[in-house]
């Protein structure tokens, strides 16, 4: 039962560089969903998605780019990483009314 | 919008003794959830418990307990006996029984267990 596998688990990449976080579930859990963490704020929404081709902005989406063309896969794009995107990001799933599922987060650092 | 607060950002407690997490939060809804998870240095979300609004009775798993007072929107945990394993970041989070259900969280309280 591997659950959401993300990947890489770190990364750093240069100011204005595109850059790409994968998200893969197991499962076929409809909705899925990015979170950024940062330090003082918790855990906030960048997006998320009910099915595939279904996808919809959070509370931080500028900057960010997501796609769902299979139900398993959720990958996160930052068109020109900046440094202020630097941050753990986690994917996340749920199913129905059951509980979520994350991934262990992608540390990413913008340098 | 819903908000989730935690006003302590860091907390500290003796090995075997009990410490209280806060959490207050901002809604107008009356069908929701609310959430306690734990996050080790090790980077994984683990839920801790969880409690319906709909339920007065306050949820209970092993050493840890909330108190749910719904009216002041108070969701606190409780951690008795606290072992060095419970050293973590607690992040309370919030749900809405609709649409995509998501989760809005807390700021997080870092949580020191001295042996």
């Known amino acids: 039962d591997a659950g959401i596998t993300q990947s890489p688990r770190y990364k750093i990449t240069e100011t204005g560089r595109q850059v790409t976080l994968m998200c893969h579930q197991t499962?076929?859990?409809?909705?899925m969903f990015w979170y950024r963490q940062d330090l003082g704020h918790g855990l906030r929404l960048i997006y998320y998605s009910a099915a595939a081709d279904i996808t919809d902005k959070g509370e931080v989406p500028d900057g960010y780019v997501v796609s769902r063309s299979k139900t398993e896969n959720f990958p996160l794009t930052l068109e020109s990483a900046t440094r202020s995107q630097t941050s753990v990001y986690f994917c996340?799933?749920?199913?129905?009314?059951?509980?979520?599922?994350f991934g262990s987060g992608t540390r990413l650092t913008v340098v | 919008a819903q908000t989730v607060t935690q006003s302590q950002p860091e907390m500290s407690v003796q090995e075997a003794e009990t410490v209280t997490l806060s959490c207050t939060y901002d809604t107008s809804e009356s069908d929701y959830y609310l959430f306690w998870y734990k996050q080790p240095p090790s980077r994984q979300m683990i839920l801790v418990i969880r409690?319906?609004?709909?339920?007065?009775q306050n949820a209970t798993e092993n050493r840890f307990s909330v108190n749910f007072q719904k009216a002041a929107k108070s969701f606190s945990l409780k951690i008795s006996d606290s072992q060095l394993g419970d050293a973590a970041m607690y992040f309370c989070?919030?749900?809405?029984?609709?649409?995509?259900?998501?989760?809005?969280f807390g700021q997080g309280t870092r949580l020191t267990i001295n042996p």
């Open positions: 989070a919030y749900r809405i029984n609709q649409g995509a259900q998501k989760l809005v």
């Open positions: 996340a799933s749920r199913w129905q009314n059951y509980g979520y599922t």
């Open positions: 499962w076929s859990h409809s909705y």
């Open positions: 409690q319906e609004a709909y339920k007065q």
